[in-house]
């Protein structure tokens, strides 16, 4: 219990600069290894399971915008 609480410090002590998302999982994988429970590791972190474990492809996420754009023609009705 100890050893875990003095892990939990360490942790939060490595946070407290300002540092990437690949940075953090880096962190909690080292103290998982160190034998630190992973959700106490991603709760410090403040990381998500779906933000651990699924890689950051780097990509916009959403619908490619087009190439062409389609305009309707502007009709004008002339009364004689």
């Given at each position: 219990?100890?050893?875990?609480?003095?892990?939990?410090?360490?942790?939060?002590?490595?946070?407290?600069?300002?540092?990437?998302?690949?940075?953090?999982?880096?962190l909690v994988r080292q103290y998982m290894g160190l034998g630190m429970r992973?959700?106490?590791?991603?709760?410090?972190?403040?990381?998500?399971?779906?933000?651990?474990?699924?890689?950051?492809?780097?990509?916009?996420v959403g619908r490619q915008g087009t190439t062409k754009t389609r305009r309707?023609?502007?009709?004008?009705?002339?009364?004689?």
């Amino acid at each position: 219990m100890l050893a875990e609480k003095e892990l939990e410090s360490r942790l939060k002590a490595d946070l407290l600069k300002k540092i990437s998302i690949t940075e953090k999982e880096a962190l909690v994988r080292q103290y998982m290894g160190l034998g630190m429970r992973r959700d106490a590791c991603l709760s410090i972190a403040q990381l998500s399971k779906h933000q651990f474990y699924q890689p950051l492809s780097g990509q916009r996420v959403g619908r490619q915008g087009t190439t062409k754009t389609r305009r309707k023609d502007m009709v004008t009705s002339e009364v004689i």
